[in-house]
């Protein structure tokens, strides 16, 4: 048989399936196996939604693995399929269902090399073939003289019937049937079971035409997802914090839904500014619809609360903010007070339908806020709301307070446990934070499961503090909810800590598109902007923040360095003076310290840094400003300040939990206390992403090189790649460690890897002294030309550095010895 070979096209991209090979543009790109399993899978059943179930279990065949191995192999065919042009989304998540292929397909088979050439081209948009053949095919044989009539079905007569005499015992004698007797008895018999087969075969078909129906059905949603704005209930239990608690109840319940979405208070409120409202003004059914039609969503819910002596009858009313009209409803009898959260659960079902949710969605994401309704369960839902509300506005420590007395009425209230775990990581107290998170993790599966994934994300990121795993829990989360602002900016950070910077802007415009309300979201999206170079983006967002009223220290931050690293001396001041016009501000002031570091302004760096420690302390938060003098320290000791650096380090008490105090003692050579501590965090958190992949090799690195051993600091520093991201002086070390070892080409690699990236941040120092860097390795290798004009771009950096700086002293040497070889 002639070796066919096919191939698929969409937006330009070109799929080799015998070759195992996808190219974009005549430029290959590169796929995991399982990634691309995925990829000619979802091509292959374009025609529908493959849900995730079956994705699973088609392509782990035989194997357990959880769905967000699924979901990190779709992020990877997404990254992988971004080059395109329409920047159309190649692969679309059905929430609560699964993915689809959505590309425009062109498929063409080409024949072998050798054969005449033969294209069948097509474009395929939509198809669905279903072909049913049924075949019955009999056995013949030759015609036999003896029984001509039975040629066709002489296949069923044994050797015995064509004697002629066949004996039978039918239980009361013998009987004898001759040969043809037997022979025509065969054929019905055969005629019999072929009405049997085919009567089988009818009631397969129909069973399983019956069963992809009722999955169909399972699956069925009548409209798209909707976004819905919450009212407070009218009535009264008699308790106004329990009603408010109901209503709490029933956005929570309605949360763990990936087809409805709830605007969040916050957002809420903030629309009410813009109305000119009071953030808390009564939410009439005409501002309510407002409401939801500046929040761009369909729906408004209005409940009531009919109390019938000791009985309640609870409704919820869903209706369009376009036109009022009813668009669900839903209703229940409490018979006591206890039994009002079990209301609010059903409330939640029947909405959920009502609105247009599938069955099997609703089945799946549907767990009752708690298992068992009680008197404490009760209580423990008021204080739970109390504590959200004020978590909300900002105030952590009380918020804690009453999400510990909802622990103490129910202490099987997972919900509780995370919003303590989070209020705890505000407050700063680790300790406490991962208590908390471990007792959530515990209780995670009674929790719902937007709750639980959050639970499970928040433990490998505190907890075990493996950022790979929490990684992978956020965009499961963002995958299943794809309409959370809290799953994507979440996403964001870990991307962050992870030093991936595009990741980190996309996800976190994700959510700034869902949660345009939330201050410090902007400032995710302008950071991540500032590590891809986009300074003018950065400013822009930041400039878009503060005036819509989401003004900040950190807006203001991103602000300052971005108008420094554009050199808009009027912006620059104009964030000063807000800084000035704000004492309690630090990110500004922190930012000018740092500057003057990676310019080798150290006079100016000495004047500024104590105003800025000074701010810090007189807030009440001694551990912060501990890490800030650290940090500032190890800047310092990586500039050349070496003394200053060290003294500035020693002046603050060690930590052995510390990141900044473990590198720090290894910066001013107190190599045996760096290990022994870092050993001591890798113990306590052996999948510790930074303290294993980063931080330790980080350390071993350089007491390599204060020892003199630049191979060991190479062999060290290799191992952080995946994560050099973060801070691109672990690049400088290394091409630093390539000097020392006497190989420059090497060397001037890693240099340039730093000075042609597209963070040109100003308040990094790797930069300036990578141009340094790479005139030395330019010297080495002879390229006294170039080498040259690398020294003058890293004085042109250092232009106000400290005339006494020691980098700028020995670079000056060495350019002058360089001119003279000229």
């Not at 407002?290 to 929040?295: A, F, Y």
């Not at 079902?349 to 009680?374: K, M, Q, T």
């Not at 310092?636 to 900044?660: C, H, M, N, T, W």
């Amino acid at each position: 048989m002639l070796e066919i070979k096919s191939s698929i096209r969409f937006e330009g991209y070109v799929i080799d399936r015998q070759g195992w090979s996808m190219r974009w543009s005549e430029e290959p790109i590169a796929l995991n196996r399982k990634s691309f399993d995925v990829l000619l899978y979802l091509i292959d059943h374009r025609d529908r939604v493959v849900s995730k179930s079956e994705l699973l279990e088609k392509i782990w065949e035989g194997q357990f693995v959880e769905e967000s191995n699924l979901a990190q192999q779709v992020f990877l065919l997404r990254k992988a399929l971004s080059r395109h042009d329409s920047r159309s989304k190649i692969i679309e998540t059905i929430p609560g269902r699964g993915y689809r292929f959505t590309a425009p397909i062109k498929e063409w088979v080409e024949a072998p090399v050798g054969e005449p050439e033969t294209r069948i081209e097509r474009i395929v948009l939509s198809a669905t073939e279903s072909i049913t053949r049924i075949t019955v095919e009999e056995e013949e044989e030759d015609d036999s003289p003896s029984s001509p009539s039975l040629a066709p079905d002489t296949s069923v007569i044994d050797a015995t019937t064509r004697t002629g005499v066949h004996e039978q015992e039918n239980g009361q004698g013998l009987s004898v049937q001759t040969g043809a007797d037997q022979g025509v008895r065969g054929v019905r018999i055969r005629i019999g079971w072929r009405w049997v087969l085919a009567a089988s075969f009818v009631v397969l078909v129909l069973s399983i035409a019956g069963w992809f129906g009722w999955q169909r059905w399972l699956d069925r949603e009548s409209g798209a997802p909707v976004d819905v704005v919450i009212a407070p209930m009218a009535g009264s239990t008699g308790d106004a914090v329990l009603d408010q608690a109901l209503v709490v109840a029933l956005r929570t319940d309605l949360s763990q839904s990936p087809f409805v979405s709830i605007v969040t208070p916050a957002r809420i409120r903030e629309t009410l500014r813009e109305m000119k409202q009071k953030p808390d003004a009564e939410m009439t059914s005409s501002i309510a619809r407002d409401v939801c039609e500046r929040t761009n969503s369909q729906a408004v819910l209005f409940g009531n609360i009919a109390r019938l002596g000791q009985h309640f009858l609870l409704t919820e009313e869903a209706t369009s903010c376009v036109n009022g009209a009813m668009l669900a409803n839903a209703k229940y009898e409490a018979s006591t007070t206890e039994d009002l959260p079990h209301g609010i659960d059903k409330l939640a079902e029947g909405l959920r339908h009502g609105l247009g949710e599938s069955r099997r969605s609703i089945a799946r994401f549907d767990v009752p806020l708690f298992v068992s309704i009680n008197t404490s369960s009760l209580e423990a839902l008021k204080e739970y709301t109390l504590g959200a509300t004020l978590a909300d506005q900002g105030k952590y420590e009380d918020a804690t307070n009453l999400m510990k007395k909802a622990i103490a009425a129910d202490p099987d209230f997972a919900e509780a446990y995370y919003g303590l775990a989070a209020g705890l990581r505000a407050l700063h107290d680790p300790v406490a934070e991962k208590d908390a998170i471990l007792k959530a993790y515990s209780l995670r599966d009674s929790a719902n499961e937007s709750t639980r994934l959050a639970i499970i994300a928040l433990y490998h990121y505190g907890a075990t503090q493996d950022l790979y795993e929490a990684e992978r829990n956020y965009r499961t989360w963002t995958e299943l909810y794809p309409r959370a602002g809290a799953a994507w900016n979440n996403l964001s950070a870990i991307e962050r800590d992870l030093g991936h910077h595009a990741e980190t802007l996309a996800a976190a415009r994700h959510a700034l598109e869902l949660r345009p309300d939330v201050t410090i979201v902007y400032g995710n999206v302008a950071y991540g902007q500032l590590e891809t170079g986009d300074m003018r983006g950065a400013l822009s967002t930041c400039e878009s923040a503060i005036a819509t009223g989401h003004d900040s220290d950190h807006l203001r931050g991103y602000c300052f360095e971005s108008a420094y690293a554009l050199h808009d001396a009027a912006l620059v001041q104009k964030q000063r003076d807000w800084a000035a016009a704000h004492p309690d501000a630090i990110l500004i002031r922190q930012n000018e310290v740092d500057i003057a570091v990676a310019e080798g302004r150290f006079s100016d760096a000495r004047r500024l840094f104590p105003q800025l420690e000074a701010i810090i302390r007189h807030r009440g938060v001694a551990a912060p400003a501990d890490e800030i003098v650290r940090a500032e320290s190890i800047d310092l000791i990586d500039a050349g300040e070496v003394e200053e650096g060290r003294r500035l380090f020693r002046s603050v008490p060690v930590d052995p939990k510390s990141q900044y105090s473990i590198l720090g003692l290894a910066s001013v050579g107190d190599s045996e206390a760096a290990a022994s501590d870092l050993r001591a965090m890798q113990t306590e958190f052996p999948q510790g992403t930074i303290w294993n992949d980063y931080l330790g090799p980080e350390v071993q690195a350089i007491n390599a090189m204060t020892n003199h051993k630049p191979d060991e600091a190479i062999a060290a520093l290799e191992r952080i790649r995946p994560l050099e991201g973060r801070d691109p002086l672990i690049t400088m070390m290394r091409a630093d460690a390539y000097l020392a070892k006497g190989e420059a080409g090497l060397a001037e690699k890693e240099y340039r890897r730093v000075i042609d990236s597209p963070v040109q941040d100003p308040i990094i120092t790797a930069v300036p002294l990578s141009w340094l860097g790479l005139g030395r390795a330019l010297a080495a290798e002879g390229n006294r030309t170039s080498a040259i004009e690398a020294y003058k771009h890293f004085f042109m950096l250092w232009a106000h550095a400290d005339p006494d700086a020691r980098f700028l002293v020995q670079a000056k040497g060495e350019f002058n010895a360089l001119h003279a070889q000229l």
